[in-house]
């Protein structure tokens, strides 16, 4: 209808992408009435109309010099303007232009206070190369929105293009001169048929008398039987070359896929972006680095090899350490789907782990939550009987379960021959900890060792791929300076401070202008510029992003730019521009990991001049060693998560050598050694300053009072298990003894239970399935073969939340029988005010969406959000806004929430108070735990900021119990985590392997007298609601323990409601 083959065959000689999407996208453009607005990432389309427009066109961007005056001469001449990378905003002064508000019958257009001729042959094209831009509606309404976004099967016909072009020159160049040539057979055919035409529609009378028509007809009859001939003899060429080139579409797929799943790398962190531009270069060098083969089948599996591997190593170089194996276990699981290696509905198993809930474990070595999970799995063919044969065979699974790495030894009985993925579903469900190692084993199986061994880059080979207009960018991380890497390899190639040609600026401070300066100087002269710490000037990024884009053009060979930026900790604080990012070549450096190489760094910022400058040597050495100890720690025990650090600190080398100063001058100015101030000093002033929450600088003063006492110099100290603080020694015996002494790494070294890993690599696994299912593609991939689409299994999941919640609850009703308005009565009913408005919320939400979904309402992006929620199994953002602190997937947490619901109806029948309360129920556990005070103090007349809440843990559960207590509440549903509780003894005592979070007895909570308190033998233990830990705190416990407090401190020991 809008264009036809001769008009598309002129594009595509232009340069525009041979799909269909490309050519439907450059139709819209040339026909649409509004300006047009292209969403332009991969910058295809700019390439297109700049060859179309050619020298017609002025290309301008908003902010630089002159911009509107070349818009206002374009717009009187009536030629064609591109604004190129436009951002989110756009400058109110082209308002009038978009919305084509003329004035003076049309003739003239108001740009900014003067009125400028308008031509009606004025075209304006606007681009952007952000990925998906949030503009505001009114500018939507003005413009056509255009999205050339590249599509898989674009960019794998482009790439098959690309590499038939290397491979087989003869072959592409044979079919472009047939495309050319078929395109030019298109547009002569249209000519001569619109002149015909012409002709015939002018021609009166008798027109077989008019020679000319009579013969421009026989011409063009002529020439049309020659154009079919040669188009017959050119599709028989073309269906050869075809057919020779298909041959190479295999590399050109798993090219594209790559590319697709680099790609999306963005959705983990924002520094990930990668631009089509820097991936033709790499999928390039790749082709030509593919070792040659005679033998065509065995040249395309060499080629698809060395383009994964080159595409890998690019990619991983600029990822962090966790974030390596969620890009390696997405690689393999892509590509084994886009081979049909693997079945989707059991990756889709793998990924979700629907969990069946209230399944009770009949083996002691399953926990619940892992029997729910292989009753799930059961439910599919290749699994069936699976439940069986592990209550039949306990003794062999308990031995399989319980070894040390279960995912190198072999599957009991027939499930040993299952496929590699079915064990890794088996594997998920009975020791979720050792997953991330299976999946590690499973990519080295399915892809190759290359894929999983961790290589130190050579920066040289990076260095090698950087260019005038392709920065290096150093991601940055705490206590790492990598810029030590380009001064060396500068010193190599005589770039150098006292060569003069070598710059670095450290910005912030107004040092905008300087770097200004010299990138200028350092463009035209051929120099190296370092920009560190670019995240500290966030205004500035926009104007460096021109910056490198305009001098990487026509600069000399030689320039270089360097840049560095720390990543923000959260993606909506992300402020580094997509185009330094995309163009650049992005390198991380992360620190050592493990005690062993935590504590030589440590002590590699000092020397043995640093030892020798005290007086006081034995004294000072000892305290030394120690705070060198502490700061391994602090910096190391963040990899356990909350367990480790409520928040996570960025605890750094300076730190450690502003303490060793302070000791030095405490030391020198007093005669006895102030023990009490230095842990003051270090604890609250060095490293307390980075500490935000209450429990941290606990556990931080914790540590320094057992490593930093009078009995260190007594020799009979232990830093850790098995690890003594040494004697008087030499810097590099200090070194020596850390490689004799130093025990294994385990939990241990750092005061915690070996559950501790048990529990953080669990939740390691954990995060890397979600992550690689919020990767999964939405056209296909694990929804594939499921049975059912994307909506349907939405639609299926919604309807039974609908159909399983619960009718709001009467407020009027409760209060006629509150009438006593107790503390617990009051709390009760807040509890039940909040469950509405999230049932409301629920039940709101859903019903929209439902009708989104019928096609009666228009989606929105919350819809679309909570459609995306449900599908991925994640509690959706409005609802947890409304609810409780909670870790759980959709699944499990609305049956929890049914739960909740049924307690509080149960309580609010008759507003007594239940035998048992379940605290974890409540929205705000802390309101009915001073409610119990409140009770007691009305009863007693009491002052309340003068009691506390005493705590007696029972012998008893919760079916023990017929009846409340007179006063106070017995409570149930804790858990403790990192140790566990006797009932013999009624003790904290260490935890039992493999038991994470086991279940509390019914604790007795009532209110006394602050002063009636025992503080002695008691340890404080927090509450938190989750494991989440920090923000989710609830109270404070005094526990009995026969050891000392501080090692249950170290130990992380907490309550939680929730696990």
Wanted: proline share 5%; hydrophobic share 35%; glycine share 6%.
């Amino acid at each position: 209808m809008l264009t036809d083959d001769a008009d598309i065959a002129t594009w595509q000689n232009e340069g525009l992408p041979a799909d269909r999407m490309s050519t439907e996208n450059a139709t819209i453009l040339t026909s649409c009435q509004r300006w047009p607005l292209m969403v332009d990432p991969q910058l295809q389309g700019i390439k297109w109309i700049k060859n179309k427009y050619g020298d017609h066109l002025h290309v301008v961007r908003i902010g630089q010099r002159g911009y509107l005056d070349a818009i206002e001469r374009a717009l009187a001449q009536g030629d064609v303007v591109l604004i190129e990378n436009l951002e989110e905003n756009l400058d109110p002064v082209l308002g009038p232009l978009l919305g084509r508000e003329t004035i003076k019958k049309g003739r003239y257009i108001k740009i900014g206070d003067k009125e400028c001729e308008y031509n009606p042959g004025f075209r304006l094209i606007l681009h952007t190369k952000l990925a998906s831009p949030h503009y505001q509606p009114e500018l939507q309404a003005q413009c056509t929105l255009i999205n050339f976004t590249v599509t898989r099967d674009g960019l794998e016909d482009q790439l098959l293009a690309d590499v038939v072009s290397m491979e087989r020159p003869d072959l592409e160049e044979l079919k472009s001169k047939l495309t050319k040539q078929q395109n030019g057979f298109k547009i002569t055919l249209k000519t001569l048929e619109d002149n015909l035409l012409s002709r015939l529609s002018s021609a009166s009378g008798n027109f077989l008398g008019d020679t000319e028509l009579v013969e421009n007809l026989e011409t063009t009859k002529h020439t049309a039987a020659d154009i079919v001939e040669k188009v017959k003899e050119s599709k028989v060429t073309e269906a050869k070359i075809n057919e020779a080139r298909e041959h190479y579409r295999p590399a050109a797929a798993r090219a594209s896929l790559l590319y697709f799943i680099m790609n999306d790398l963005n959705k983990i962190h924002p520094m990930y972006q990668f631009s089509l531009k820097a991936f033709s270069v790499v999928f390039q060098k790749a082709v030509v680095k593919a070792e040659p083969d005679d033998d065509l089948k065995q040249r395309v599996s060499n080629l698809i090899d060395s383009i994964t591997s080159s595409v890998f190593q690019y990619t991983t170089r600029g990822l962090f350490e966790c974030d390596k194996l969620t890009y390696i276990a997405q690689l393999a699981f892509q590509i084994l789907l886009r081979n049909k290696e693997i079945h989707p509905v059991e990756l889709d198993f793998l990924l979700r782990y629907p969990v069946q809930p209230a399944e009770t474990s009949p083996v002691e070595f399953l926990s619940n939550h892992s029997w729910g999970g292989i009753k799930s799995l059961c439910l599919m063919d290749e699994f069936r009987n699976l439940d069986r044969d592990i209550e039949g065979s306990a003794k062999r699974w308990k031995k399989f379960v319980e070894s040390a790495c279960p995912e190198k030894e072999k599957f009991p009985q027939e499930w040993k021959n299952k496929t590699s993925l079915q064990r890794l579903c088996i594997m998920r469900a009975l020791r979720p900890d050792r997953m991330t190692y299976a999946v590690r084993d499973f990519v080295e199986e399915k892809l190759g060792g290359k894929y999983v061994i961790g290589r130190s880059l050579d920066f040289a080979l990076s260095f090698e791929e950087t260019g005038p207009t392709t920065p290096m960018f150093f991601i940055l991380s705490p206590g790492v300076d990598p810029l030590k890497d380009v001064e060396n390899h500068g010193k190599k190639l005589g770039f150098t401070f006292d060569n003069k040609n070598f710059h670095n600026v450290s910005l912030g401070q107004g040092q905008e202008v300087m770097a200004e300066q010299v990138l200028d100087l350092a463009a035209k002269k051929g120099h190296w510029v370092i920009l560190q710490n670019i995240h500290l000037v966030a205004r500035w990024l926009g104007t460096l992003e021109k910056l490198l884009e305009q001098q990487g053009e026509g600069s000399h060979e030689n320039f270089r730019v360097f840049v560095s930026a720390e990543p923000s900790s959260t993606p909506e604080w992300h402020i580094i521009p997509q185009g330094i990012l995309e163009n650049s070549v992005k390198i991380t450096n992360e620190p050592p990991t493990g005690m062993r190489a935590n504590l030589h760094k440590a002590l590699d910022n000092f020397n043995q001049d640093t030892l020798e400058t005290c007086a006081r040597e034995s004294e000072f050495k000892s305290i030394f060693f120690a705070l060198c100890y502490f700061h391994a720690v602090v910096a190391e025990r963040r990899k356990f998560g909350p367990q480790g650090w409520n928040r996570s600190y960025p605890f750094n080398t300076g730190d450690l050598t502003i303490s060793i100063n302070v000791l030095f001058n405490y030391l020198e100015a007093n005669p006895k050694v102030p023990y009490d101030d230095l842990r003051y000093l270090f604890g609250e002033i060095m490293y307390g300053g980075h500490i935000t929450d209450h429990w941290d600088r606990h556990l931080c003063g914790t540590y320094l009072e057992e490593f930093i006492k009078p009995e260190m110099m007594e020799g009979d100290l232990c830093l850790a298990p098995g690890f003594p603080l040494p004697g008087n020694m030499d810097y590099n015996s200090y070194h020596q003894y850390i490689d004799d002494t130093l025990p294994v790494e385990s939990p241990y070294l750092y005061g915690l239970h070996p559950n501790a890993e048990i529990g953080f690599l669990t939740q390691t696994s954990e995060k890397l399935f979600r992550t690689v299912l919020e990767m999964q593609p939405r056209d296909g991939g694990v929804s594939e073969g499921g049975g059912m689409t994307r909506e349907e299994k939405v639609h299926t999941v919604l309807e039974e939340i609908i159909e399983k919640l619960p009718e709001e609850f009467n407020m009027a009703e409760m209060l006629g029988k509150a009438e006593a308005r107790t503390p617990y009565q009051v709390v009760a009913m807040q509890e039940c005010e909040r469950m509405n408005l999230l049932t409301q919320e629920i039940r709101h939400s859903l019903c929209e969406l439902s009708l989104g979904l019928k096609g009666e309402l228009t989606m929105t992006i919350d819809m679309e959000n909570l459609q995306n929620s449900i599908f991925l199994d994640m509690v959706p953002e409005t609802w947890s806004k409304r609810a409780y602190p909670s870790m759980s997937g959709l699944t499990l947490w609305f049956t929890d929430l049914l739960a909740r619901i049924k307690e509080l109806e149960a309580w609010t029948t008759d507003f007594v108070l239940p035998c048992a309360v379940w605290l974890t129920g409540f929205f705000n556990p802390q309101s009915f735990l001073t409610a119990i005070m409140q009770a007691t103090a009305r009863r007693n007349e009491w002052a309340l900021d003068s009691m506390s809440l005493k705590c007696d843990v029972t012998k008893k559960n919760r079916e023990d119990l017929t009846s409340p207590p007179r006063e106070g509440a017995y409570v149930h549903g804790l858990y403790m985590e990192g140790a566990c509780w006797n009932t013999q003894t009624g003790l904290i005592v260490d935890a039992r392997l493999k038991e994470l979070t086991p279940i509390m007895p019914v604790i007795f909570i009532r209110a006394i007298p602050m002063d009636k308190q025992e503080n002695s033998n008691m340890y404080q233990c927090p509450v938190y609601k989750t494991r989440q830990r920090g923000p989710t705190y609830v109270w404070t416990f005094n526990l009995k323990t026969k050891e000392k407090p501080s090692k249950w401190t170290l130990a992380g020991v907490a309550l939680l409601l929730q696990i």
